[in-house]
């Protein structure tokens, strides 16, 4: 699924949204929020305020009406003593992101979406990177150290992970027999998404993130998407965020290119 605009383009063709609204969808149920709501043409996700993606209102369907949606997801979040987060991506209708800006919410976090086609070679991977199909206690708690996750988020992190229903794989990569990186794969139909790739701070700046996306992307192609996935292309994507360089750089070269883009609208004072 190669991209059909030049990077840093709104995509606006009919089938560029198509393709979007699937990707949103599986990064939805690849990693379900505890409690969500529909509003209209928006869903907002509840997860008590750990990460924006899982507590944020998010356009649910090409060309999304706002009207109300505001309203509704600051009542919402206010009632469970979260700040309204909004995230943006082409979905939204254009005035969505003008009535934020105008009611003062800040733009946070722009992000960008890659993907690439799972077909053809993939390099092996060069060391041991162990594949679980359910996470283990060491893998949650070695993520959680990796990635930085604060104790009082660990829970509800380690319930969305549990709450995965989707095939998926749990990777950890050992250096000198120590659990030094993390990743997860979690597959819908033809599509495969990454999310959590870690490595441990003393450990990083290597080459050992390629490795657990060599690993995964072979899982992907080999394990999932090859064998069970109707006819037609097989992809993957994985979500990045502008101000993390090393990790565009470390994906573009895997072979990800750029499809869309999106951030974050916070109250002014968050």
């Known amino acids: 699924m190669p991209p059909s605009t030049t990077p840093g383009?709104?995509?606006?063709?009919?089938?560029?949204?198509?393709?979007?609204?699937?990707?949103?969808?599986?990064?939805w149920h690849a990693l379900p929020a505890p409690q969500s709501e529909r509003h209209g043409d928006w869903i907002l996700r509840l997860a008590g305020g750990y990460t924006k993606r899982a507590n944020s209102a998010n356009a649910a369907v090409p060309h999304a009406s706002f009207d109300g949606v505001q309203e509704a997801a600051q009542a919402l979040y206010a009632r469970h003593g979260l700040p309204a987060v909004f995230r943006v991506t082409p979905l939204a209708e254009p005035e969505a992101d003008a009535q934020l800006q105008?009611?003062?919410?800040?733009?946070?976090?722009?992000?960008?979406?890659?993907?690439?086609?799972?077909?053809?070679?993939?390099?092996?991977?060069?060391?041991?990177?162990?594949?679980?199909?359910?996470?283990?206690?060491?893998?949650?708690?070695?993520l959680a150290a990796a990635n930085g996750i604060a104790a009082q988020h660990q829970p509800i992190?380690?319930?969305?992970?549990?709450?995965?229903?989707?095939?998926?794989?749990?990777?950890?990569?050992?250096?000198a027999g120590e659990a030094i990186g993390f990743g997860l794969a979690v597959r819908e139909g033809d599509a495969v998404g990454f999310y959590d790739i870690v490595i441990a701070p003393a450990h990083r700046r290597r080459g050992h993130a390629a490795v657990l996306m060599h690993a995964l992307m072979d899982w992907a192609r080999e394990d999932g998407v090859h064998s069970q996935a109707p006819a037609g292309p097989r992809w993957a994507y994985l979500q990045v965020r502008d101000q993390n360089p090393a990790a565009r750089?470390?994906?573009?070269?895997?072979?990800?290119?750029?499809?869309?883009?999106?951030?974050?609208?916070v109250p002014a004072e968050g």
Do not use: K
């Not at 549990?162 to 794989?169: G, K, S």
């Open 102 to 142: 105008a009611a003062g919410y800040t733009v946070f976090d722009p992000s960008r979406v890659m993907v690439r086609a799972l077909d053809g070679p993939l390099p092996p991977s060069a060391s041991p990177v162990e594949i679980t199909a359910q996470p283990t206690p060491a893998w949650l708690a070695g």
């Open 249 to 265: 750089q470390l994906y573009a070269g895997l072979g990800f290119q750029d499809f869309y883009r999106y951030h974050y609208r």
């Open 157 to 175: 992190h380690h319930a969305m992970v549990n709450a995965i229903a989707l095939p998926a794989a749990f990777a950890t990569l050992r250096h």
């Open 9 to 27: 383009q709104t995509p606006a063709l009919t089938t560029d949204l198509f393709r979007i609204h699937t990707i949103e969808a599986c990064a």
